[in-house]
């Protein structure tokens, strides 16, 4: 997998923060967390895979949503590495 391949975190524990369930996500060498339910129908993003288009396919009724418009929901978390 090159540097900025794609990938979803789908063997880590549930992250969880003020109750909702995120899914670690990584996307062109930046690390997200993405609320871990599809925007339509609520089903685990985190169980499915990207597709060759970039998208997240929903596992309940296999819709694909971009990852450009999922990490740019107010929602989604970016995150920072400390350099300290």
């Not at 871990?36 to 169980?47: D, E, Q, S, V």
């Not at 929903?58 to 590495?81: F, G, K, W």
Request: glycine share 8%.
């Amino acid at each position: 997998m090159g540097a900025n391949a794609s990938w979803i975190g789908h063997d880590l524990p549930p992250i969880v923060r003020s109750g909702v369930e995120y899914f670690l996500l990584s996307h062109r060498g930046q690390l997200y967390l993405v609320p871990n339910a599809c925007p339509h129908r609520g089903g685990p993003l985190k169980f499915r895979y990207i597709n060759e288009k970039e998208q997240i396919v929903c596992p309940m009724h296999h819709n694909a949503y971009s990852i450009e418009r999922l990490i740019a929901r107010d929602t989604t978390l970016r995150l920072c590495v400390d350099p300290s």
